[in-house]
């Protein structure tokens, strides 16, 4: 399985940032997507999952409003629209694959163990 992200970069407090995966080498659609960060010296956290049909979103409660995750079934792409960004926003964003058995959003979100994209530093300034 091999997951690539795109996008990130640096903005100013308040402005937007989208992040792209693309995943390969299992069908895509059967599986739940999502996205977690790492900030510097601090653990990686989670910060947004969707369903493999797409229909059901799980946030975490510090992005939840600002931050949008969607899916692209056809494409086999998940993506992070991110909204209203903040300094403590800042950090490394990993795009995450669940692995066989972790079926829903609220079971990825307490999981470390699943495919892992490259990462995408998204900076923000104050």
């Known amino acids: 399985v091999q997951l690539v992200e795109s996008g990130g970069g640096s903005v100013q407090d308040g402005g937007s940032v989208s992040l792209s995966c693309v995943g390969s080498?299992?069908?895509?659609?059967?599986?739940?997507m999502g996205w977690f960060r790492q900030a510097p010296g601090k653990e990686r956290e989670f910060v947004a999952a969707?369903?493999?049909?797409?229909?059901?979103?799980l946030y975490a409660d510090s992005v939840k409003g600002r931050f949008t995750i969607s899916r692209d079934n056809a494409k086999s792409t998940v993506y992070l629209q991110m909204n209203s960004l903040k300094p403590e926003d800042t950090a490394v964003y990993y795009c995450a694959g669940a692995i066989r058995g972790v079926t829903t959003p609220e079971i990825m979100a307490t999981r470390s163990d699943h495919y892992w994209g490259q990462g995408a530093q998204v900076t923000v300034s104050s």
């Open positions: 969707i369903a493999w049909r797409g229909g059901t979103t």
């Open positions: 080498g299992r069908t895509f659609s059967l599986y739940t």
